[in-house]
């Protein structure tokens, strides 16, 4: 008899919690302001520059959260300026995250494909570049129901060859500040 009300209470605790359990789909659009460094080598010939850059983010997050945590793709796309070049560039990869029931939320994330457009004064500035690949990390604090301001943090290594057979490597570090719109259907 004992044993029978101990499975009882373990059932009635664990459909309890299947009830209150939330899962769904996680939709999270979001808009910022990156700043950072954009650093490049030239090789042959070993020219290096290093650009600090700012300017508008955009994107979103498409996953899946269940108490509290969180998985899913991620893309973000910019397009920044600075020191007489403008910088675009889009990132895809994936994220993992969680949200405490205090209203802060941490993730992390790797950018599995990144390319970009380097444009300066001059047609020799002008440079594309992809195959990118980093991490992120990032701090979320909610402040109303459905909005989130965020912190987050990237660096992202690009890889690629001119037509002329100078090879382009490039290092892009940013800091974006914005605002989040998570929704969990």
């Known amino acids: 008899m004992k044993s029978f009300k101990l499975k009882s209470f373990i059932s009635f605790c664990l459909l309890i919690l299947c009830f209150t359990a939330k899962a769904g789909v996680l939709i999270e659009p979001l808009i910022g302001y990156s700043f950072g460094k954009f650093q490049s080598e030239t090789t042959p010939g070993g020219q290096s520059d290093e650009l600090s850059i700012k300017g508008a983010s ?3 997050r498409l996953g899946y959260q269940n108490l ?3 998985l899913g793709l991620d893309y973000l796309s910019s397009n920044m300026s600075g020191d007489d070049v403008d910088l675009k560039a889009s990132e895809l990869g994936l994220f993992v995250g969680f949200e405490f029931p ?3 939320r941490v993730y992390a994330g790797y950018v599995l494909s990144g390319k970009g457009s380097l ?4 047609e020799e500035d002008d440079t594309s570049f992809k195959g990118g690949t980093g991490p992120k990390v990032g701090l979320g604090i909610t402040l ?3 909005l989130d301001f965020n912190i987050d943090y990237r660096s992202i290594t690009y890889d690629s060859e001119k037509a002329d057979g100078v090879t382009f490597d490039a290092n892009y570090n940013a800091i974006m500040v914005g605002f989040s719109l998570p929704f969990v259907l």
Do not use: C, K, R
Not at 119 to 122: A, K, L, P, Q
């Open 144 to 146: 109303l129901p459905f």
């Open 119 to 122: 444009t300066g004064d001059s």
């Open 58 to 60: 955009y994107g979103g």
């Open 102 to 104: 205090i209203l802060l």
């Open 68 to 70: 509290g945590f969180q």
